[in-house]
């Protein structure tokens, strides 16, 4: 059983940055896929970005340039770094494992909030 544990999310302003974590198990973080998913309120969750075991990427169109996802196998931990945060990327913020660079994995984490407000 994977367990995903993230952290750094938080309130910023408009332009600000910040940095998500999500930590998991040594063997389940060396096989899978990993990624960020976000939900905004009245809206269905969406891909953000997902990188491979063998360090290939995707991203959402629209995050392009902006964010950037990197995975640290000495820590068994996945980033997201956020730069140039608008308020439309207020949203729950949930990091996933398995499944594929297009594709949502069976395992998530419990969702960390980021809210961009001035």
Known sequence: QAQLVESGG???QPGGSL???CATSVSFFRASVMG?????????????AKVSGGGNT???????????????TAS?????QMNSLKPEDTAVYYCN?????????YYWGQGTQVTVSS
């Open 10 to 12: 938080g309130m910023v």
């Open 76 to 80: 068994n931990t996945v980033y997201l």
């Open 97 to 105: 494992a398995g499944g594929s660079l297009w594709s949502s994995g």
């Open 36 to 48: 960020w998913y976000r939900q905004a309120p009245g809206k269905q969750r969406e891909l953000v």
């Open 58 to 72: 995707n991203y959402a169109d629209s995050l392009k340039g902006r964010f950037t996802i990197s995975r640290d």
């Open 19 to 21: 940095r998500l974590a």
